[in-house]
Protein backbone atom coordinates (compact mmCIF):
# COMPACT_ATOMS: atom_id res chain seq x y z
CA UNK A 1 0.00 0.00 0.00
CA UNK A 2 1.55 3.08 -1.15
CA UNK A 3 1.79 6.30 1.12
CA UNK A 4 0.07 8.51 -1.41
CA UNK A 5 -3.24 6.54 -1.40
CA UNK A 6 -3.42 6.10 2.45
CA UNK A 7 -5.01 8.99 4.72
CA UNK A 8 -3.81 8.62 8.14
CA UNK A 9 -5.32 10.85 11.13
CA UNK A 10 -3.43 13.09 13.62
CA UNK A 11 -1.10 11.02 15.27
CA UNK A 12 2.45 9.79 13.40
CA UNK A 13 4.26 6.96 15.53
CA UNK A 14 6.74 10.41 16.49
CA UNK A 15 4.15 12.48 17.80
CA UNK A 16 2.76 9.07 19.83
CA UNK A 17 6.66 9.01 21.26
CA UNK A 18 7.00 12.53 22.04
CA UNK A 19 3.70 12.95 23.39
CA UNK A 20 2.02 9.51 24.88
CA UNK A 21 4.32 6.53 24.80
CA UNK A 22 8.04 7.09 24.86
CA UNK A 23 8.96 8.88 28.12
CA UNK A 24 9.68 5.03 30.11
CA UNK A 25 7.85 2.40 31.41
CA UNK A 26 7.33 4.72 34.43
CA UNK A 27 6.11 7.59 33.14
CA UNK A 28 4.51 6.60 29.85
CA UNK A 29 0.69 6.76 29.28
CA UNK A 30 -1.04 4.12 27.26
CA UNK A 31 -2.34 4.83 23.90
CA UNK A 32 -6.12 4.91 23.48
CA UNK A 33 -7.91 2.46 20.84
CA UNK A 34 -8.09 4.98 18.11
CA UNK A 35 -3.94 6.29 18.38
CA UNK A 36 -3.64 2.38 18.62
CA UNK A 37 -5.12 1.54 15.48
CA UNK A 38 -3.80 4.78 13.40
CA UNK A 39 -0.37 4.03 15.02
CA UNK A 40 -0.14 0.07 13.30
CA UNK A 41 -2.06 1.35 10.45
CA UNK A 42 0.74 3.55 9.27
CA UNK A 43 3.16 0.21 9.83
CA UNK A 44 1.58 -1.86 8.09
CA UNK A 45 1.01 0.73 5.30
CA UNK A 46 5.26 1.22 5.13
CA UNK A 47 4.73 4.63 6.43
CA UNK A 48 7.23 5.21 9.48
CA UNK A 49 10.68 5.13 8.57
CA UNK A 50 12.88 2.41 9.98
CA UNK A 51 14.22 4.68 13.02
CA UNK A 52 10.95 6.04 14.22
CA UNK A 53 9.73 2.91 13.40
CA UNK A 54 12.05 1.10 15.62
CA UNK A 55 11.64 3.75 18.39
CA UNK A 56 7.97 3.09 18.77
CA UNK A 57 8.20 -0.70 18.76
CA UNK A 58 10.87 -0.23 22.06
CA UNK A 59 8.34 2.23 23.70
CA UNK A 60 5.71 0.00 23.35
CA UNK A 61 8.09 -2.89 25.30
CA UNK A 62 8.91 -0.47 27.74
CA UNK A 63 6.20 0.69 29.23
CA UNK A 64 4.27 -3.11 28.36
CA UNK A 65 0.95 -2.92 26.21
CA UNK A 66 -2.62 -2.88 27.68
CA UNK A 67 -4.85 -5.11 26.70
CA UNK A 68 -6.64 -2.01 25.00
CA UNK A 69 -3.54 -0.98 22.52
CA UNK A 70 -2.87 -5.00 22.15
CA UNK A 71 -6.79 -5.82 21.52
CA UNK A 72 -6.50 -3.10 18.83
CA UNK A 73 -3.46 -4.22 17.46
CA UNK A 74 -5.00 -7.54 16.72
CA UNK A 75 -8.25 -6.42 14.86
CA UNK A 76 -6.37 -4.37 12.74
CA UNK A 77 -4.34 -7.31 11.85
CA UNK A 78 -7.26 -9.78 11.29
CA UNK A 79 -8.75 -7.38 9.13
CA UNK A 80 -6.19 -8.84 6.88
CA UNK A 81 -6.05 -12.57 7.78
CA UNK A 82 -7.54 -15.02 5.06
CA UNK A 83 -9.74 -16.98 7.72
CA UNK A 84 -11.00 -20.53 6.77
CA UNK A 85 -12.71 -22.04 9.15
CA UNK A 86 -12.95 -26.20 8.47
CA UNK A 87 -16.16 -27.51 9.42
CA UNK A 88 -15.37 -29.25 12.72
CA UNK A 89 -14.10 -26.26 15.55
CA UNK A 90 -10.86 -27.25 16.76
CA UNK A 91 -8.72 -26.22 19.13
CA UNK A 92 -6.58 -23.09 18.08
CA UNK A 93 -2.93 -23.17 19.08
CA UNK A 94 -0.97 -20.35 19.37
CA UNK A 95 2.63 -20.87 19.84
CA UNK A 96 5.34 -18.36 19.23
CA UNK A 97 6.40 -18.45 15.81
CA UNK A 98 9.86 -17.26 16.36
CA UNK A 99 10.45 -20.90 17.61
CA UNK A 100 12.64 -23.32 20.11
CA UNK A 101 16.26 -24.07 20.16
CA UNK A 102 17.02 -26.45 23.08
CA UNK A 103 13.75 -28.74 23.57
CA UNK A 104 11.68 -31.16 21.95
CA UNK A 105 8.59 -29.36 19.67
CA UNK A 106 5.93 -31.50 21.21
CA UNK A 107 2.74 -29.71 19.83
CA UNK A 108 2.98 -31.97 16.51
CA UNK A 109 2.21 -35.03 18.26
CA UNK A 110 0.26 -33.89 21.08
CA UNK A 111 -2.17 -32.68 18.13
CA UNK A 112 -2.17 -35.67 16.10
CA UNK A 113 -2.67 -37.49 19.23
CA UNK A 114 -5.80 -35.38 20.57
CA UNK A 115 -7.56 -35.39 17.24
CA UNK A 116 -6.94 -39.28 16.86
CA UNK A 117 -8.75 -39.30 20.14
CA UNK A 118 -11.78 -37.29 18.18
CA UNK A 119 -10.19 -33.38 19.41
CA UNK A 120 -9.75 -31.46 16.14
CA UNK A 121 -6.26 -29.29 16.93
CA UNK A 122 -4.88 -26.10 14.36
CA UNK A 123 -1.41 -25.11 14.75
CA UNK A 124 -0.45 -22.42 12.98
CA UNK A 125 3.63 -20.71 11.95
CA UNK A 126 5.87 -18.99 10.08
CA UNK A 127 9.06 -19.80 8.95
CA UNK A 128 12.43 -18.65 10.89
CA UNK A 129 9.85 -15.88 12.26
CA UNK A 130 12.19 -12.93 14.04
CA UNK A 131 14.04 -12.32 16.45
CA UNK A 132 14.93 -15.89 17.58
CA UNK A 133 14.50 -17.51 14.00
CA UNK A 134 14.56 -20.99 15.39
CA UNK A 135 12.52 -24.34 14.78
CA UNK A 136 8.59 -24.34 14.90
CA UNK A 137 5.87 -26.40 13.67
CA UNK A 138 6.66 -25.56 10.19
CA UNK A 139 9.95 -27.39 10.48
CA UNK A 140 8.49 -30.29 12.41
CA UNK A 141 5.80 -31.17 9.98
CA UNK A 142 8.24 -30.60 7.13
CA UNK A 143 10.29 -33.26 8.52
CA UNK A 144 7.78 -35.54 8.77
CA UNK A 145 6.77 -35.00 5.00
CA UNK A 146 3.33 -33.44 6.05
CA UNK A 147 2.84 -30.50 3.24
CA UNK A 148 2.68 -26.85 5.16
CA UNK A 149 3.15 -24.26 2.36
CA UNK A 150 -0.87 -24.31 2.01
CA UNK A 151 -3.57 -22.10 1.15
CA UNK A 152 -5.73 -20.93 4.11
CA UNK A 153 -8.96 -23.05 2.32
CA UNK A 154 -6.76 -26.09 1.60
CA UNK A 155 -5.76 -26.05 5.53
CA UNK A 156 -9.41 -26.08 6.62
CA UNK A 157 -9.73 -28.77 4.26
CA UNK A 158 -6.67 -30.89 5.73
CA UNK A 159 -8.07 -30.42 9.24
CA UNK A 160 -11.79 -31.70 8.42
CA UNK A 161 -10.00 -34.53 6.50
CA UNK A 162 -7.59 -35.40 9.20
CA UNK A 163 -8.38 -34.02 12.21
CA UNK A 164 -4.90 -31.93 12.46
CA UNK A 165 -4.14 -28.57 10.36
CA UNK A 166 -1.41 -26.65 9.86
CA UNK A 167 -1.80 -22.66 8.25
CA UNK A 168 0.88 -20.98 7.24
CA UNK A 169 1.75 -17.33 8.12
CA UNK A 170 2.66 -15.89 4.65
CA UNK A 171 -0.42 -17.35 3.03
CA UNK A 172 -3.46 -16.37 5.51
CA UNK A 173 -1.07 -13.40 7.27
CA UNK A 174 0.79 -11.74 4.17
CA UNK A 175 0.48 -8.06 5.96
CA UNK A 176 2.11 -9.14 9.32
CA UNK A 177 4.45 -11.73 6.74
CA UNK A 178 5.67 -8.47 4.82
CA UNK A 179 6.89 -6.76 8.46
CA UNK A 180 9.41 -9.61 8.56
CA UNK A 181 12.83 -7.59 7.84
CA UNK A 182 11.88 -4.46 10.04
CA UNK A 183 11.33 -7.51 12.71
CA UNK A 184 14.24 -8.79 11.90
CA UNK A 185 16.22 -5.79 12.35
CA UNK A 186 15.09 -4.92 15.47
CA UNK A 187 17.11 -7.69 17.28
CA UNK A 188 14.21 -8.33 20.31
CA UNK A 189 10.41 -9.09 20.41
CA UNK A 190 7.80 -6.75 19.91
CA UNK A 191 3.99 -6.48 20.26
CA UNK A 192 3.86 -7.50 16.61
CA UNK A 193 5.25 -11.49 18.08
CA UNK A 194 2.39 -11.43 20.92
CA UNK A 195 -0.69 -10.88 18.20
CA UNK A 196 1.08 -13.12 15.70
CA UNK A 197 -0.14 -16.16 18.05
CA UNK A 198 -3.66 -14.59 17.84
CA UNK A 199 -4.69 -14.51 14.56
CA UNK A 200 -6.73 -17.35 14.67
CA UNK A 201 -6.83 -18.66 10.61
CA UNK A 202 -9.58 -21.18 11.30
CA UNK A 203 -11.90 -18.72 13.63
CA UNK A 204 -12.04 -21.93 16.15
CA UNK A 205 -13.97 -20.82 19.85
CA UNK A 206 -10.85 -22.03 21.78
CA UNK A 207 -7.28 -20.67 21.87
CA UNK A 208 -4.86 -22.63 23.56
CA UNK A 209 -1.20 -20.25 24.67
CA UNK A 210 1.64 -20.42 26.58
CA UNK A 211 3.04 -17.55 28.93
CA UNK A 212 5.89 -16.66 30.99
CA UNK A 213 3.74 -15.24 33.99
CA UNK A 214 0.31 -15.40 35.17
CA UNK A 215 0.04 -11.73 34.80
CA UNK A 216 0.93 -12.22 31.09
CA UNK A 217 -1.65 -14.66 30.91
CA UNK A 218 -4.60 -12.31 32.02
CA UNK A 219 -3.63 -9.72 29.74
CA UNK A 220 -3.89 -11.91 26.38
CA UNK A 221 -7.96 -13.28 28.23
CA UNK A 222 -8.31 -9.39 28.42
CA UNK A 223 -7.16 -8.75 24.74
CA UNK A 224 -9.58 -11.33 23.43
CA UNK A 225 -12.51 -9.69 26.22
CA UNK A 226 -11.61 -6.44 24.17
CA UNK A 227 -11.35 -7.48 20.40
CA UNK A 228 -14.04 -6.65 18.26
CA UNK A 229 -12.61 -9.07 16.11
CA UNK A 230 -12.71 -12.07 18.55
CA UNK A 231 -15.71 -14.12 20.02
CA UNK A 232 -13.97 -17.19 21.80
CA UNK A 233 -15.69 -19.51 24.12
CA UNK A 234 -12.72 -20.71 25.74
CA UNK A 235 -9.21 -19.29 26.45
CA UNK A 236 -6.37 -21.65 27.88
CA UNK A 237 -3.06 -20.01 29.23
CA UNK A 238 -0.24 -22.28 30.31
CA UNK A 239 3.77 -21.54 31.13
CA UNK A 240 5.16 -23.66 28.23
CA UNK A 241 8.70 -24.75 27.72
CA UNK A 242 10.49 -21.73 26.13
CA UNK A 243 7.30 -19.75 26.02
CA UNK A 244 6.35 -22.78 23.64
CA UNK A 245 2.81 -24.29 23.36
CA UNK A 246 4.87 -27.53 25.22
CA UNK A 247 3.96 -27.95 29.17
CA UNK A 248 7.05 -27.75 31.18
CA UNK A 249 7.66 -30.85 33.66
CA UNK A 250 7.29 -29.92 36.90
CA UNK A 251 4.33 -27.31 38.59
CA UNK A 252 3.06 -25.64 35.46
CA UNK A 253 0.50 -22.73 36.07
CA UNK A 254 -2.63 -22.98 33.99
CA UNK A 255 -4.99 -19.73 33.58
CA UNK A 256 -8.30 -20.78 32.09
CA UNK A 257 -11.65 -18.60 31.00
CA UNK A 258 -14.71 -19.73 30.16
CA UNK A 259 -17.07 -17.13 28.61
CA UNK A 260 -20.59 -16.32 30.03
CA UNK A 261 -23.97 -17.05 28.61
CA UNK A 262 -27.48 -15.81 29.89
CA UNK A 263 -27.47 -18.46 32.39
CA UNK A 264 -23.48 -18.98 33.16
CA UNK A 265 -21.07 -15.71 34.17
CA UNK A 266 -17.94 -16.12 32.91
CA UNK A 267 -15.05 -17.56 34.71
CA UNK A 268 -11.10 -16.76 34.93
CA UNK A 269 -9.55 -19.55 37.22
CA UNK A 270 -5.49 -20.61 37.60
CA UNK A 271 -4.47 -23.73 38.74
CA UNK A 272 -1.62 -25.93 38.76
CA UNK A 273 -0.30 -28.77 37.22
CA UNK A 274 1.84 -31.33 38.96
CA UNK A 275 3.18 -32.65 36.11
CA UNK A 276 4.96 -35.88 37.77
CA UNK A 277 0.85 -36.54 38.66
CA UNK A 278 0.28 -37.77 34.81
CA UNK A 279 3.48 -39.62 34.11
CA UNK A 280 5.98 -36.35 33.95
CA UNK A 281 8.33 -37.41 36.52
CA UNK A 282 11.31 -35.61 34.94
CA UNK A 283 13.28 -32.36 34.39
CA UNK A 284 12.92 -29.87 31.65
CA UNK A 285 16.23 -31.05 30.47
CA UNK A 286 15.39 -34.42 29.95
CA UNK A 287 13.22 -32.98 26.82
CA UNK A 288 16.08 -31.26 25.11
CA UNK A 289 17.55 -32.44 21.80
CA UNK A 290 20.23 -31.86 19.42
CA UNK A 291 18.52 -31.05 16.41
CA UNK A 292 15.07 -29.31 17.13
CA UNK A 293 13.12 -30.23 14.01
CA UNK A 294 14.57 -33.15 12.86
CA UNK A 295 15.06 -34.72 16.70
CA UNK A 296 11.35 -33.61 17.01
CA UNK A 297 9.77 -35.11 14.13
CA UNK A 298 11.54 -38.67 14.83
CA UNK A 299 10.28 -38.31 18.37
CA UNK A 300 6.75 -37.55 17.49
CA UNK A 301 6.72 -41.35 14.49
CA UNK A 302 8.08 -43.01 17.26
CA UNK A 303 5.26 -41.97 20.03
CA UNK A 304 2.79 -41.91 17.99
CA UNK A 305 3.05 -45.44 16.54
CA UNK A 306 3.44 -47.00 20.36
CA UNK A 307 7.53 -47.13 19.59
CA UNK A 308 8.08 -44.97 22.37
CA UNK A 309 7.29 -45.63 26.48
CA UNK A 310 9.35 -42.70 27.47
CA UNK A 311 9.58 -39.11 28.56
CA UNK A 312 8.42 -38.08 25.29
CA UNK A 313 5.82 -40.23 25.24
CA UNK A 314 4.56 -39.06 28.22
CA UNK A 315 5.03 -35.35 27.53
CA UNK A 316 3.11 -35.84 24.51
CA UNK A 317 0.36 -37.67 26.04
CA UNK A 318 -0.49 -35.12 28.83
CA UNK A 319 0.27 -32.25 26.23
CA UNK A 320 -2.40 -34.48 23.83
CA UNK A 321 -4.92 -34.55 27.10
CA UNK A 322 -4.26 -30.65 27.82
CA UNK A 323 -5.54 -29.94 23.91
CA UNK A 324 -8.52 -32.35 25.02
CA UNK A 325 -10.05 -30.80 27.60
CA UNK A 326 -9.49 -27.24 26.14
CA UNK A 327 -12.21 -28.13 23.63
CA UNK A 328 -14.18 -29.69 26.91
CA UNK A 329 -14.16 -33.03 24.83
CA UNK A 330 -13.27 -34.82 28.71
CA UNK A 331 -14.13 -32.83 32.31
CA UNK A 332 -10.73 -33.71 33.51
CA UNK A 333 -7.07 -33.58 32.33
CA UNK A 334 -7.09 -37.80 33.45
CA UNK A 335 -9.63 -38.37 31.73
CA UNK A 336 -8.19 -36.23 28.73
CA UNK A 337 -4.60 -38.28 29.21
CA UNK A 338 -6.45 -41.67 29.11
CA UNK A 339 -8.28 -40.79 25.68
CA UNK A 340 -4.94 -39.79 24.58
CA UNK A 341 -3.30 -43.03 25.41
CA UNK A 342 -6.06 -45.01 23.88
CA UNK A 343 -5.70 -43.37 20.58
CA UNK A 344 -1.78 -44.01 20.56
CA UNK A 345 -2.57 -47.38 22.04
CA UNK A 346 -5.18 -48.49 19.14
CA UNK A 347 -3.39 -47.36 16.12
CA UNK A 348 -5.48 -44.34 15.52
CA UNK A 349 -3.01 -41.79 16.39
CA UNK A 350 -0.45 -43.41 13.95
CA UNK A 351 -3.22 -43.78 11.62
CA UNK A 352 -3.92 -39.71 11.50
CA UNK A 353 -0.23 -38.99 10.87
CA UNK A 354 -0.42 -41.04 7.63
CA UNK A 355 -3.59 -39.14 6.60
CA UNK A 356 -1.20 -36.07 6.81
CA UNK A 357 1.33 -37.31 5.13
CA UNK A 358 -1.23 -38.32 2.41
CA UNK A 359 -2.90 -35.55 2.57
Same mark, same amino acid.
Given at each position: ?37 ? &? ?20 ? $?? *? ?12 ? =? ?49 ? $????? !? ?22 ? *? ?27 ? =? ?30 ? !? ?17 ? =? ?22 ? +? ?17 ? =??? /??? +???? +? ?13 ? &? ?16 ? $? ?15 ? &? ?13 ? /?????
Amino acid at each position: MSQQMTTFGEWPLKRLMTEVCGSGHKSADDLTREQALE &AFERIIAGEPDPTTLGAFWLAN $RW *KRNTPTELAAYTDL =MCEHVDTAAPDCDPVDCGANYDGKGRSAILGVGAGVVAAAAGTPVVVHSGD $RVPTQ !KQDAYKHVLDELGVPTELSPQTSA *KMVDATGFGFYYQPAFNPTIDELFDRRDQ =MGVRTFVNTIETLANPADADVHLGSFYHLAFA !KKVVETFQESEHHTLDRVL =MFQGMEGYDDIRPGLTKVAEWTAG +DDDDAERFDDFGIETADYG =MNF /DSE +DLHV +DDVAADSAAITEAVV &AGERDDQFADAIALNAAL $RIYAREDVDSLDAGLTA &AREAIADGSAAAVLD /DLREF
